[in-house]
Nanobody
Framework: QVQLVESGGGLVQAGGSLRLSCAASGRTFSTYAMAWFRQGPGKEREFVAQVTWRGGNTVYGDSVKGRFTISRDNAKNTLYLQMNSLKPEDTAVYYC??????????WGQGTQVTVSS
């Protein structure tokens, strides 16, 4: 079992930055991959970024490449998403997820990010 709690969302102007955090508990954090997803108003859930269990490999969605950075601190059981050059289309609820087996089966409750133009 894994419990995930996101924080760091809020309201920011276009061009600004935010850093999201995801605190994990339960199963040993350093043994599974983690990812961020988001769901904007009226949109389907979208993959944002993922990082392997040791943090050595990352993958990003096309819409955030070059602007967002995913990272993890296994000593603090925490996943991060640094978001720079934010755009109004980044407005969404952001979720962190854990992949213990072959799919992302554990999810947080989400944190709202709103980017004003």
């Amino acid at each position: 079992q894994v419990q995930l709690v996101e924080s760091g969302g809020g309201l920011v102007q276009a061009g600004g930055s935010l850093r999201l955090s995801c605190a994990a508990s339960g199963r040993t954090f350093s043994t599974y991959a983690m990812a961020w997803f988001r769901q904007g108003p009226g949109k389907e859930r979208e993959f944002v970024a993922q990082v392997t269990w040791r943090g050595g490999n990352t993958v990003y969605g096309d819409s955030v490449k070059g602007r967002f950075t995913i990272s993890r601190d296994n000593a603090k059981n925490t996943l991060y998403l640094q978001m720079n050059s934010l755009k109004p289309e980044d407005t969404a609820v952001y979720y962190c997820a854990a992949r213990v087996t072959s799919r992302y089966e554990y999810w947080g409750q989400g944190t709202q990010v709103t980017v004003s133009s």
